[in-house]
Nanobody
Framework: QVQPVESGGGSVQAGGSLRLSCPPPPLPLTIHATGWFRHAPGKEREFVSAITWPHGRTYYADSVKGRFTISRDNANDTVHLQMNSLKSEDTAIYSC?????????????????????WGQGTQVTVSS
């Protein structure tokens, strides 16, 4: 399957935590960035977070800074998004996207158009 397959979504109460995972799919390119985006009903798709390598730089939307942490497991190249202190407004479908060497050349991490492969998404529901 040539697309990321996210896991870890679910339903939690406000203040709770979830950890999303995005393992690397078998792709004909070397992945240099993984981004997480979310799409809530009635809203546009929104950038959440991204990580690049080999530099390991991380980026966050202002709305999740201090609550979400993105990381990469170097043993298996899986990218995780740890989400703490969840709020009802975090409710959305979360998708991971991966991209290649363009991200070494200055591609904009929060632009969904820069990514090459997208997962189907995983639902995150936060009840207040």
């Amino acid at each position: 399957q040539v697309q990321p397959v996210e896991s870890g979504g679910g339903s939690v109460q406000a203040g709770g935590s979830l950890r999303l995972s995005c393992p690397p799919p078998p792709l004909p390119l070397t992945i240099h960035a993984t981004g997480w985006f979310r799409h809530a009903p009635g809203k546009e798709r929104e950038f959440v977070s991204a990580i690049t390598w080999p530099h390991g730089r991380t980026y966050y939307a202002d709305s999740v800074k201090g609550r979400f942490t993105i990381s990469r497991d170097n043993a298996n190249d899986t990218v995780h998004l740890q989400m703490n202190s969840l709020k009802s407004e975090d409710t959305a479908i979360y998708s991971c996207a991966v991209g290649g060497k363009k991200f070494l050349q200055g591609a904009v991490l929060d632009s969904p158009h820069e990514y090459d492969y997208w997962g189907q998404g995983t639902q995150v529901t936060v009840s207040s």
